[in-house]
């Protein structure tokens, strides 16, 4: 697969008015399953090679991911399963090279009786060992799940060069599930080199043929004054449109969207998009900010009119010193839906 960017960002300086960003990028990759009576295996590897120029700084990277997962039964209810996971960055940046490796190795056993599902587990890297673990219970439309999970990432330090970040998460969810509701508690806790940093989510779906509503929203980083660049958010998504009376058998139908995003930020560190990593010291100071989008108009078979309001309340987002504000917009849509 081929992929060309040119990325252009209007900036509120006098000085620098816009930022340029182009990539080239060649993506490959396989996959191979094979089953056995009791044993499943799966590889899939893939590559990518990148070229990168961001405000004439050009720099090239070379990516390879390997995914290997393998599961064996060793009865009804109780399987043994191992997953390797090897992930290699190099980059070259004036004829420099670095190179950032990743190799993971997740030997665990699962046991599933029913509604219960018990999965314990290590991981292995670098000579290393943590500990890895689930435990998750269903009675009728009612979930209740704890567990414990080990993740590594490359984290930018300059645009080719990366180091290295472990961290754990430990969770503890609860949720109400059925057809037409969904409802779920997350309580979370984040470890790593910079100490715990607790949260906690919660997202609301509800699908019925009237109505369509999804709500997430999310507390970070409780009781802490770590740097991370949100402090809360909400997200509501909403669609109405009346499947009664003349709307049921009509070739047409009403509706009405909404969408709601409010989010605060501590903004010890802010975002700067044009810097690598996005994540900057600055002085723009703790805000919070609320978009307001609405869309009122007409579904029809694989074809949609409407008219869309974007930033309706006119308040101030700006989620970043660097880029200007998102405008109020009004627009007519027309979209066509084709299926295969």
């Not at 990028?25 to 990168?52: N, V």
């Not at 969207?257 to 930020?265: I, R, T």
């Not at 994540?279 to 609405?294: A, E, I, K, Q, R």
């Amino acid at each position: 697969m081929y992929h060309l960017e040119d990325y252009h960002l209007p900036l509120s300086s006098l000085i620098e008015p816009e930022y340029k960003r182009e990539a080239e990028s060649f993506h490959g990759s396989f996959g191979i399953e094979k089953k056995w009576a009791r044993l499943f295996m799966d590889l899939r590897p893939a590559f990518q090679i990148t070229h990168a120029d961001r405000q004439d700084s050009l720099t090239t990277y070379l990516t390879l991911w390997n995914d290997f997962s393998s599961k064996l039964d060793l009865g009804e209810k109780i399987n043994l399963s191992l997953q390797h996971q090897y992930k290699m960055m190099i980059s070259e940046k004036d004829s420099n090279l670095n190179e950032i490796e990743a190799n993971i190795v997740r030997p665990s056993l699962q046991f599933n009786s029913g509604g219960i599902i018990l999965e314990g587990g290590m991981v292995l890297y670098n000579g290393l060992v943590e500990s890895e673990g689930k435990a998750s219970w269903r009675y009728k439309n009612l979930y209740v799940a704890a567990g414990r999970e080990f993740h590594i990432y490359f984290k930018p330090v300059h645009m080719a060069e990366y180091k290295q970040i472990e961290y754990s998460i430990s969770t503890i969810n609860i949720g109400y599930i059925s057809s037409p509701l969904k409802v779920m508690v997350y309580i979370f806790q984040v470890r790593n080199s910079r100490g715990d940093l607790p949260g906690i989510r919660e997202e609301i779906d509800m699908n019925l043929s009237w109505l369509q509503l999804s709500q997430k929203a999310g507390i970070y980083n409780i009781n802490s004054d770590d740097s991370s660049p949100i402090a809360m958010f909400n997200h509501l998504s909403l669609l109405f449109s009346p499947n009664v009376w003349r709307w049921r058998s009509a070739r047409f139908q009403p509706f009405m969207g909404l969408e709601s995003y409010y989010l605060q930020s501590l903004c010890i560190t802010c975002i700067d998009p044009t810097k690598v990593p996005l994540f900057d010291n600055s002085d723009f100071g703790s805000y919070t900010s609320h978009l307001l989008n609405m869309e009122l108009g007409f579904l029809v078979n694989r074809f949609k009119i409407s008219y869309r309001w974007i930033n309706l309340l006119r308040d101030l987002v700006q989620n970043s010193s660097r880029t200007y504000p998102i405008q109020p917009i009004q627009q007519l849509a027309v979209v066509w839906q084709f299926w295969n």
